[in-house]
C-alpha cells in the first residue's frame, strides 16, 4: 500500500484487493494540518487507473451480485466487528490528515459503522412485494437488483463517514464499488478497502482511486459505471450531475451549504448558546451541517451574543491530538486563507466583528489554525451571508419577528439544514411544516439523520432524487423489476389483442 518515495510515503490506489506501489506519475501533497508539514504523498490517479478498478469490479460484480443477501450481510457483521476494534487507529488516520479533535474523528468512525449496521440488514431491505391473484391465477412480485459497478467521489471533510455514506449499502446490494476519496484525506479510505478484503469481501468489490478532476471525469464518462453518489461543493455538485446524468448513468450529487438556526425569544439561552458554539466552531466548521447562521428573533440577540462571545473566547483550540482540544486546525494554508479573507470581507462590507479569529493566539502558530470569529448584524446582501465559508465564522443575523426568520432561511440557495430553538410546540411544528431545508431540527443544532434513515438537503445542496443511506440508499443503489407470472393450467384461452386487464 505505501512506500517510500523522495522520503516520503505515498498513499496508492486499492484495484482489484491489492495495494499499488507507484513508483511515478503525479502525486500531491499531503499535509499534517496541526503542524503544517507534509507528511504523506498521494498518486494522483489518471484514466488508466481509473480503467484498471471499472475492469476489477466488472469481473467481481459477476459472482458478488449472485451472493445471498444474507451470506453478504454475514461478511458486513465481520466488517463491523473489525470497524469497531480499529476505530482508534483509524481514529487517528482522519485527525493526523483532517486535524479534527480525536474524539471528534472516533465519533465520524461511529456514525460511519452505523451505515455498516443498517447495511447488515440488506436481506430484510431487499424484500420485495408479492400480489396473489392480480388476474385470475396470475401473480405479480418486484423485487430489487444491483445495477453493476457504482463509484463514489468524496470530500475532505468526512474522510470516513462520507465514503461510508455510500459503498457499504451498494454492496450490500450487490453491486461492486470503486471509490474516489478527497486527495486531501486519501489514507482512510485505502484502509476501509484493506479490511473489507481481510473480512472476506471478495477482492474487486470495493477500489479505490486517488485524484482529482481528471480521475473524478473519468469516471463519469466511463460505460462501466452505472451510479456515481458524489459530495463535495455545490459548484462541482452541479457539475458532476450534469457530466453523469448525460453520460446516462444514475447520479445523486449533494454540495454545499449555509445552515441556519433560528433564536426564538422563548428558547432556553443556555442551551442556545452551547448548542450554536458546538454547531458552528466544531470540527473548525468544516462540516455540511455546521451552523453558520444564527438568526436571532427580537430580544434574544443581545444575551445570545454575549454568551456566545463569553464561551467562544473560552475555547479550547489546539492540534486534534492535544488532551482536550475542542477545535482543531483547518484544512490547508490555503483554506485558511480563504476564510480570513472572507472575514476581511465581512469587515469591508460593515458587519460588526465581534470575535476576531485571526487575532486569536493559536492562529499564530504554525499549522493551519484560526480562532472563532462572531460577526453581529450580517445581512442577506453580504458575501459573508451568501456564501460557504466552511470555516469557524458564525454570522448572527437579527430580525424582528419569526416570520421575517424563516423568509431569511428560506431565500438561501443552498438548503441543506435548519434548526430551529423555541419552547413553543407550535412554533417549532410551523418551522418544521414551512422551512424549505432538507434537514431540519427542533432544540438541536445538527439534525444529521441517523443511518436508517436518509440524508440529504434541497435546492443547491443536492442534485438528483435519492437522499443518501438509510431507505433511499438502498433504492438508489438498485433497479425495480416486476413480473406478472401465470403457470399454464390445462385450459386453452387462446391469443388476446387487448391490453391485459384483471379478470
Ligand atoms: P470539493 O468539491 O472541492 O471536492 C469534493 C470532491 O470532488 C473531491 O474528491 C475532489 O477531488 C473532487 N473535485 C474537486 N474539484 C473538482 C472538479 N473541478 N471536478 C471534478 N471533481 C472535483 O469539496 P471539498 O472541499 O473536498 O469538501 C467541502 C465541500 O463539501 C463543502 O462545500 C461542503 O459543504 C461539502 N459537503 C457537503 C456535504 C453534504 O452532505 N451536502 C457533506 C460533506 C461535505
Known amino acids: 500500500m505505501t512506500l517510500s518515495v523522495q522520503q516520503k510515503v505515498v498513499v496508492g490506489h486499492y484495484i482489484d484487493g491489492a495495494a499499488d506501489e507507484p513508483r511515478d506519475g503525479s502525486f500531491d501533497d499531503i499535509y499534517d494540518p496541526a503542524t503544517g508539514e507534509v507528511t504523506k504523498r498521494v498518486a494522483m490517479g ?17 459472482a458478488w451480485s449472485e ?6 450481510a454475514a461478511l458486513l457483521f465481520a466488517y463491523r466487528e473489525a470497524l469497531v476494534r480499529e476505530t482508534d487507529r483509524l481514529a487517528r488516520i482522519i485527525t493526523s490528515e483532517h486535524g479534527k479533535t480525536l474524539d471528534d474523528a472516533r465519533a465520524e468512525m461511529q456514525r460511519g459503522i452505523e451505515v ?15 400480489t396473489e391473484n392480480v388476474a385470475r391465477d396470475v401473480d405479480s412480485f418486484s423485487l430489487r437488483q444491483p445495477l453493476g459497478v457504482c463509484a463514489g467521489i468524496t470530500p475532505f471533510n468526512f474522510p470516513a463517514m462520507v465514503p461510508m455514506w455510500m459503498f457499504p449499502i451498494s454492496i450490500a446490494c450487490g453491486n461492486t464499488f470503486v471509490l474516489k476519496p478527497s486527495e ?37 464518462d466511463h460505460p462501466g459505471i452505472r451510479a456515481v453518489s458524489f459530495v463535495g461543493s455545490t459548484a462541482v455538485a452541479r457539475a458532476v450531475y450534469a457530466r453523469g446524468t448525460a453520460a446516462g448513468k444514475r447520479v445523486q450529487a449533494l454540495g454545499g451549504a449555509k ?9 432556553d439561552l443556555e442551551q442556545t448558546a452551547d448548542a450554536l458554539l458546538g454547531a458552528a466552531f466544531g470540527s473548525a466548521g468544516e462540516r455540511c451541517m455546521a451552523i453558520s447562521v444564527a438568526v436571532a428573533v427580537g430580544d434574544v440577540a443581545e444575551p445570545l451574543l454575549a454568551r456566545l462571545k463569553e ?17 482543531g486546525p483547518l484544512i490547508s494554508a490555503e483554506h485558511r486563507r480563504r476564510v480570513a479573507g472572507y472575514i476581511e470581507s465581512g469587515v469591508a462590507e460593515g458587519a460588526e466583528l465581534v470575535l476576531d479569529g485571526r487575532t486569536h493566539a493559536a492562529a499564530q502558530r504554525d499549522g493551519f489554525f484560526l480562532g472563532p470569529s462572531i460577526f453581529d448584524r450580517v445581512e442577506p446582501r453580504m458575501r459573508i ?20 426568520a424563516l423568509q431569511i432561511v428560506n431565500d438561501h ?23 424549505a431545508a432538507g434537514m431540519v431540527g427542533v432544540n438541536v443544532a445538527i439534525p444529521v439523520p441517523m443511518s436508517f434513515h436518509s440524508f440529504g438537503g434541497s435546492k443547491n445542496s443536492l442534485f438528483g432524487d435519492h437522499h443518501m443511506h438509510g431507505p433511499e440508499g438502498v433504492r438508489f443503489s438498485t433497479r425495480q423489476k416486476t413480473a406478472t407470472v401465470r403457470w399454464p393450467s390445462n385450459e386453452a384461452g387462446g391469443a388476446e389483442f387487448v391490453m391485459p386487464t384483471s379478470k
Open 46 to 62: 489518471t484514466p488508466a487507473e481509473v480503467d484498471r478498478a471499472v475492469a476489477a469490479a466488472q469481473r467481481a460484480f459477476g
Open 67 to 72: 451472493v445471498p443477501p444474507v451470506r453478504r
Open 116 to 130: 455498516v449496521e443498517f447495511a447488515c440488514g440488506i436481506p430484510h431491505l431487499l424484500k420485495g412485494d408479492l
Open 184 to 220: 486531501k484525506v486519501p489514507s482512510l479510505s485505502v484502509e476501509l478497502a484493506r479490511i473489507a478484503l481481510e473480512c472476506g469481501i471478495p477482492a474487486g468489490v470495493l477500489n479505490v482511486v486517488h485524484g482529482g478532476r481528471p480521475v473524478v471525469e473519468a469516471l463519469l
Open 259 to 267: 445552515n441556519h438556526l433560528v433564536a426564538m425569544p422563548d428558547a
Open 311 to 327: 464561551k467562544a473566547v473560552a475555547l479550547r483550540v489546539d492540534a486534534g491530538t492535544a488532551p482536550g482540544s475542542e477545535m
Open 385 to 404: 451571508y451568501r456564501e460557504e465559508i466552511f470555516g469557524p465564522v458564525l454570522a448572527v443575523v437579527r430580525v424582528p419577528s419569526a416570520e421575517r
Open 413 to 435: 440557495e443552498l438548503a441543506n439544514g435548519a434548526a430551529v430553538f423555541t419552547r413553543s410546540g407550535g412554533r417549532a411544528r410551523w418551522f418544521v411544516h414551512n422551512v
